[in-house]
């Protein structure tokens, strides 16, 4: 038996790692597609501001882990997947013979529709090799313009502010966090970025990236205004990498389609991470989670199926916890609300806190919580228990803030 992984991100290592434990009689291979040892993306911020080497990005740390545990580790990219002949062709053609598979490659960035991007000056912060060129580029004192303000871009924006360089961030929603914040929570970030000298322009789109004037760099928005910059980071979203399937006969929509086994509709081959679109667990329904810990969990799962350890996924939970220069703030579950459903709000402007629960019947079902960091974690165990609050609804819906009291006394009844 030959199980082949490709993918070495947090997915594939923990799923890698996980079928060597679960059946060491037998062959795993491990593909990445970077010349670094597997790595974290969610470590590259801290490379950035310099309180970590690159050696501190690696998920593992020491040495000749994957030859200690007898897993081959391969470098390349995948270019097609045979699934009735298992077997998969890597660029260069040589080939991968498999039994079973399991797709566990992430996502890369979105590029959007941009004149100049790809000028001298202008990255992403997607992998390691992008993190360097950004370290030469974001000096004290230099002009940076960072397109995007979700959640990936918000933790750079962090470490960039870190690096002291004069940040600017343009975001074409009408918010800050778009997908992670509402309109209150988002406009209180922007508030609190620009109190910290952050200049931020929402509603505003990137037109053209151009090269001349003092700067590297001239970035053109919509509305006219010209800003200068010796680098443009660009993080406007991500995209399942998937495309190496077509002709597999495993079914792609937004990711790879899998069951509650994370099986994909070819039996030999599951997906996991970033480019798995599998069941949700607010909805029932299926979507593609972008975050470390559903990869993990993914990886483990996938793994486990694989090796004939049957484990049903019970769905992941949308979760999002930030530290934006000092402000945290979190979003869980059906954050935006169900149909039908109830909504306990408390903001504090002056104060940037904003607490938003959000019930159906007698269950919170999601919540967003902003300058608040004790507790926050129950406000997750109450969601993914789906605990009954019975007469603590009503005491929540008057005052959101004694979540901690209702855990604790739902907890021992």
Known sequence: MTYVVVGAGPAGVVAAETLRKTDPATDVVLIGGEPEPPYSRMAIPYYLTGKIDEAGTYLRKTDGHYDTLGISYRQGHVESVDAAAGKLTLAGGDTQAFDKLLIATGASPIKPPVEGLELPGVHHCWTLEDARKIVSLAGEGADVVLIGAGFIACIILESLVERGVNLTVVEMEDRMLPRTMDETGGEMIKRWCEQKGVRVRTGARVTKLAAGGDATLTVDLDSG??????????????????????????????????????QSTQPNIYAAGDCAEGPDFSTGGWMVHAIQPTATEHGRIAAMNMAGKPITYQGSLIMNVLDTMGLISVSYGAWEGVEGGERALAVDEDAFKYMRLEFEGDRLVGCLSLGRTDHVGVLRGLIQQRRKLGPWKDILLDDPHRFMDAYVDCSQS
């Open 225 to 262: 205004e010209q800003i200068p910059a010796h680098l443009v980071v660009v993080a406007a979203g991500v995209a399942s990498n998937t495309g190496f399937l077509e002709g597999s006969g495993v079914d792609v929509k937004t990711g790879v389609v899998v069951d509650k086994h994370l």
